[in-house]
C-alpha cells in the first residue's frame, strides 16, 4: 500500500476511534452514524438515520468480513488500515464508498438542494470531531469550482482521491480537514 495512502487510513481511524482506546468496533460506527443523524438535525428514526445507519453497518460488515471477523470485532489501527485499503481495491470505489458519497449529501443536505452548504459541511466534519476552523479551510478546498457549496460530484472527487490518490497536493486529502504532519 502506499504510504501517503496509509497515513490517511491511520488519519481515519483516530476519527471513528473517538475513545482513543486504540480499537474501532461495530460500535464506534454506531456511534458515528448517530452523530451524523444528530449533526444534520435528523431525528433517530428518521429515514435518513435509518440509511446512516444501514451504510455504516454494511461498512462494518465489508470491513470485519475482510478480516474474518464477526460483528463483534475490535479492529486495531493496522487491522483498520489493511482492510480498508482492501475493501476499497476488492469492493472497488465505487461500490464501497460511493454510497457513503449519497448518504452524506441525503443526510447532512438539510436545505434539499443536493449540495453542502458551508454550514453543512461543517456539520458534518464535527460529527468525526473535525474543529470548525479545520472544517472551513477542508470546504474551501473541496469546493473546486468556487460556488460557495460542495456538489454531489465534487464531494465524490474528493472521496475518491481521499482514499486512492497518491500526490500530496490533492484537494481531496483535505475531506477530514487537514492531515496530521
Not at 433517530?44 to 460483528?71: C, F, I, N, Q, V
Not at 470485532?73 to 493496522?78: F, H, K, V
Not at 473541496?142 to 500526490?167: M, N, V, W
Amino acid at each position: 500500500m502506499d504510504a501517503f495512502i496509509a497515513a490517511k487510513l491511520h488519519n481515519r481511524f483516530t476519527l471513528f476511534d473517538r475513545d482513543g482506546d486504540g480499537r474501532v468496533t461495530k460500535a464506534d460506527y454506531d456511534q458515528l452514524a448517530q452523530r451524523l443523524a444528530e449533526a444534520a438535525g435528523q431525528g433517530a428514526d428518521s429515514p435518513a438515520a435509518r440509511k446512516l445507519r444501514a451504510e455504516y453497518d454494511a461498512g462494518w460488515t465489508r470491513m470485519s468480513g475482510h478480516l474474518g471477523r464477526g460483528m463483534d470485532a475490535e479492529l486495531d489501527e493496522d487491522e483498520f488500515v489493511t482492510a480498508w485499503d482492501a475493501v476499497s481495491r476488492e469492493t472497488g470505489f465505487d461500490k464501497a464508498i460511493l454510497p457513503i458519497v449519497d448518504e452524506v449529501i441525503t443526510a447532512m443536505d438539510t436545505d434539499g438542494d443536493r449540495h453542502l452548504q458551508p454550514a453543512e459541511f461543517t456539520r458534518w466534519l464535527a460529527a468525526y470531531g473535525v474543529p470548525g476552523d479545520a472544517a472551513a479551510t477542508a470546504f474551501t478546498r473541496l469546493d473546486r469550482d468556487g460556488d460557495g457549496r460542495i456538489s454531489h460530484d465534487e464531494l465524490a472527487q474528493a472521496f475518491h482521491e481521499y482514499f486512492t490518490g497518491t500526490d500530496p497536493d490533492l484537494p481531496g486529502n483535505w475531506l477530514y480537514g487537514p492531515l496530521p504532519h
